[in-house]
Structure formats: C-alpha cells, structure tokens
C-alpha cells in the first residue's frame, strides 16, 4: 500500500536562544528557549513509503539533498517508526534559503515529522510530535506552535506551548539577508564547540532561565521595550559564546555590523524595533506592525544587504490535503 502525506511548518526565530545541549543523544536543550513562528517563509515537505528505492530518498528544492540532511532525515524517521521501517521517499520545498542563518531546520524538521506522522499511523499529539521533532533539531519542536512560543527544558523532556497566539500581539519579523551561501559551520556541531571551550559557556546556560522570566514577562504583559532588552542582550550573550569558543566561531559580516548600526539608529529616533542574530550572518528586526514600512525601507538601504523579507507571526506546523503547487 502507497502511504502518502504532506505538511507545512514555518520557521521559527529565537528571542532567547537555545546554544548547547544537556543530552547529546536525545538532542535535548541545555536550557528553555523562547522564539516567534513566522507566516511568510515555508517549508513544504511530502514523505511516501514506500520509496521507489531499497533507501531513503531526499530531494530539496528539486534537486538531490547531501549526505549530511539525509543522514539527518533517516536518523529523525527511524527515531519516529524503528529502524526496520520502510524506505521513504521524501520531498522538500522552501521559499527561503537553506542553512543559511534563516531556522531552515527548524521548519524542515517540524513538516517531516508532521507529514511523516500523517503517512504512517502513529500517535499525533502535537506535544509528542514536537518532541520529536525536537530530537532532530532542537529548534524543530518550536515549530508546531503559533505565534510566541516557549519551549521549557527543565525536566526529562522539553514540554513546548503557544504562550501569545500569533493574533494576539501581532509582530512583525523583517530579515535582512546578508549573504545567501550556506554557514560554515552548522548550528549543532557550533554549539558543541561552544560548551567545550568558552570560558563563558557555564554562566550563559546559568542565566538562560532569568532571561526567560523576562521575556515570559514581556509577553504576558505586551511591554515591547522589555522584549527587545531582554532579547538583544541574549543574542549578544550568545554570540559572545560563540566569538569566546575555540577556534572562535563568527557568523557576522560587515553588512550584519551595518544593519545592527540601523536598528539603533531607528531606536534613537523611537522606532519600536529590536535586533536578533542567529547562526548566520543575518539580521533579523521585530517591531511593532506601525513600524513595519520605517524598518523594511531601513534595511534595505543599509550597506551590503540583498534584501529583505518582511512577515508576520504565523501558525504551527500543520498537514496540507496536498501540495500547492502540485510538487
Ligand atoms: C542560533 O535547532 O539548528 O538558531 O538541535 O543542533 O539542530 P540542532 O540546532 P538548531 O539550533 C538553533 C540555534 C539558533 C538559536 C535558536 O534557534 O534558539
């Protein structure tokens, strides 16, 4: 019998970051993270067991995917359904950059095991479903849930929820791109780096949990400064971590030094706007909607950025009846 399924899911950008791992083998965070499901950029995914073929296929974009990514989707669908399962066919669609600074994992990783989930009977709770997915990439598991999300990491496993619906305070996300190559180096194996040689590693993982109150704070009570404070000042922690670890590890460029000169420049004249970074030499902006046109003219005329795209805060990873454009 052909099993056939297909999902959606959008990636998601951290506020408060998620930089190290407490379990290498379950993929499990080193601390709660905090993040925004975005509406604009997709990743479709279609997975079919069989496979025409004795193994896993993966095709991104239409093209063959690396050896690396599908190790990686193996790996997730053997975790999901046994090793003795059978080979799947499996197709990825982005709108946006891969491996490029832009949470592509994460929404890659959400759609596969939603659609994966769908093909194959097996249980479907969303928590159950992001914790998996969370294995494979521990930003996945942010995925499946709408507008800000906390993902909290204190017990054997993470529990992950919604704690502001993508309506209820609609932001705004515009992404500067930078560069569009893929990273030098991958955000897992950057942060295993990170805990094995920075001298600041220990306090970072030590005061995530304060940096969470803040933000949970900031969220519950709308306080938009708060937000941002709390946010810029956990992305520079992090890649304090990343610049202090050995060899250091730098994922800006000078157009991501330029845009982060733009933000404050918007925020000295009052601009409701805040800067994150991630492992990519992207900038990203979240600001209130009123600021939305002021940010996107902003950044796209900063030195050296490409373009930008502008979104808002969208849902969690869902199943789609088929793919869109038929691929
Ligand atoms: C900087 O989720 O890609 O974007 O679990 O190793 O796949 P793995 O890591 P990944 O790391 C994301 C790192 C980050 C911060 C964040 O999204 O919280």
Request: net charge neutral; aromatic share 6%; charged share 20%.
């Amino acid at each position: 019998m052909r099993m056939l399924a297909h999902a959606v899911a959008q990636p998601n950008i951290a506020l408060v970051k998620y930089w190290g791992k407490r379990n290498l083998e379950e993929n499990l965070p080193a601390a709660g993270s905090m993040s925004v499901t975005l509406d604009a950029l997709w990743t479709r995914m279609s997975v079919e067991f069989p496979a025409a073929a004795a193994a896993d296929t993966l095709s991104v974009n239409g093209l063959e995917s690396g050896r690396e990514m599908q190790a990686r989707v193996s790996a997730c669908l053997d975790r999901m359904l046994g090793g003795s399962r059978l080979p799947a066919a499996v197709r990825s669609e982005s709108n946006f950059p891969i491996a490029a600074g832009l949470a592509s994992s994460s929404s890659a990783f959400a759609a596969l095991v939603m659609a994966a989930s769908r093909a194959m009977p097996m249980p479907h709770d969303t928590l159950s479903l992001a914790r998996l997915a969370g294995a494979a990439s521990g930003s996945a598991a942010r995925s499946f849930y709408e507008g800000i999300v906390e993902l909290r990491a204190g017990g054997e496993q993470i529990d992950v929820r919604s704690i502001s619906a993508a309506k209820e305070w609609p932001l705004c996300v515009i992404v500067a791109v930078t560069a569009e190559g893929p990273k030098a180096i991958g955000s897992g194996d950057a942060m295993i780096r990170s805990a094995a040689t920075s001298p600041f590693y220990r306090s970072w993982v030590e005061r995530q949990d304060a940096d969470l109150e803040l933000g949970r704070q900031a969220v519950r009570d709308k306080d938009f400064e708060k937000l941002a404070a709390v946010s810029e000042h956990n992305c520079l922690k992090m890649h304090s971590v990343m610049w202090t670890s050995r060899p250091p590890i730098v994922y800006w460029n000078e157009a991501t030094l330029n845009g982060m000169e733009t933000i404050r420049e918007l925020q000295r004249r009052a601009v409701p706007v805040f800067f994150t970074i991630d492992a990519g030499p992207q900038v990203k902006a979240i600001c209130l909607p009123d600021a939305c046109g002021a940010v996107v003219s902003a950044l796209a005329a900063t030195a050296g950025v490409k373009r930008v795209i502008s979104s808002g805060l969208g849902r969690g990873a869902r199943e789609l009846d088929d793919l869109p454009d038929g691929a």
